[in-house]
Structure formats: structure tokens, C-alpha cells
């Protein structure tokens, strides 16, 4: 189960890399891709698209990373495996779950927009 999910996020992440136009056609239609941020312009459609790009190959390290543990040590249930995936896991999501820094809200130049709602 573990494996299928991962294999199917790697699939995503070569997506990312190769073919960054059909994820932004994705995010596109469901609301919150370039065509809805308000990104008209090649330069900065380009700019997202390399934005893709590098995720992409983040997911692609990481998902390979984890399905080497997940069909070798885990499968063979060594204890250190699961202890090895635990504390990522414990810290990445309530990073996930609040959303970005508050050091992003105290932007204090004119003409840069503040994350801050009013």
C-alpha cells in the first residue's frame, strides 16, 4: 500500500520535472494555478514552471529515498526503520498543518503586499 502511494507520487514528481504545463493546467482548473494568481506573462509562467521543476525533483530524491526503505528495511520490519521515518514525520506535519512562518507577516516595505489578513 505504502509503496503503490509513493511509486504514484514519484509519477507526479517526474510530471513536475518533464512536463511542468500539465500540472499547472491541474492547479489551473482547480482554482489556484497561474491563470487564477493573476500570472498572464511568459517570464512569469517560466518562473513557475522552473518552480515545478525543482519541486519535482525534491519529490523524485525524497520519494526514492523512501521507497528504498519502504520495500527493503520496513518490509523486513527492522526496528530502526520506522524509527528512522517517525521524527520527519512528527515535524513535517504541523509545518503542513499552521501554514507558512510568521516572519512572513511583518513585511513592512511599501509596495510588497503583507500575508496578513485584516
Given at each position: 500500500m505504502m509503496a503503490t502511494a509513493l511509486v504514484g507520487v514519484?509519477?507526479?514528481a517526474c510530471l513536475l520535472v518533464v512536463r511542468g504545463g500539465v500540472p499547472a493546467e491541474m492547479f489551473d482548473r482547480l482554482g489556484f494555478g497561474m491563470t487564477a494568481s493573476g500570472i498572464v506573462e511568459a517570464a512569469g509562467r517560466a518562473h513557475v514552471l522552473l518552480v515545478y521543476g525543482v519541486l519535482g525533483a525534491v519529490l523524485i530524491g525524497w520519494m526514492a529515498l523512501l521507497l528504498a526503505v519502504?520495500?527493503?528495511?520496513?518490509?523486513?520490519?527492522?526496528?530502526?526503520?520506522?524509527?528512522?521515518?517517525?521524527?520527519?514525520?512528527?515535524?513535517?506535519?504541523?509545518?503542513?498543518?499552521?501554514?507558512?512562518?510568521?516572519?512572513?507577516?511583518?513585511?513592512?516595505?511599501p509596495g510588497i503586499t503583507s500575508l496578513r489578513t485584516r
Amino acid at each position: 500500500m505504502m509503496a503503490t502511494a509513493l511509486v504514484g507520487v514519484l509519477g507526479y514528481a517526474c510530471l513536475l520535472v518533464v512536463r511542468g504545463g500539465v500540472p499547472a493546467e491541474m492547479f489551473d482548473r482547480l482554482g489556484f494555478g497561474m491563470t487564477a494568481s493573476g500570472i498572464v506573462e511568459a517570464a512569469g509562467r517560466a518562473h513557475v514552471l522552473l518552480v515545478y521543476g525543482v519541486l519535482g525533483a525534491v519529490l523524485i530524491g525524497w520519494m526514492a529515498l523512501l521507497l528504498a526503505v519502504v520495500l527493503g528495511p520496513l518490509r523486513r520490519r527492522e526496528p530502526w526503520a520506522c524509527r528512522s521515518q517517525l521524527p520527519s514525520a512528527y515535524r513535517w506535519s504541523p509545518c503542513a498543518c499552521v501554514g507558512p512562518p510568521r516572519t512572513f507577516r511583518h513585511n513592512r516595505r511599501p509596495g510588497i503586499t503583507s500575508l496578513r489578513t485584516r
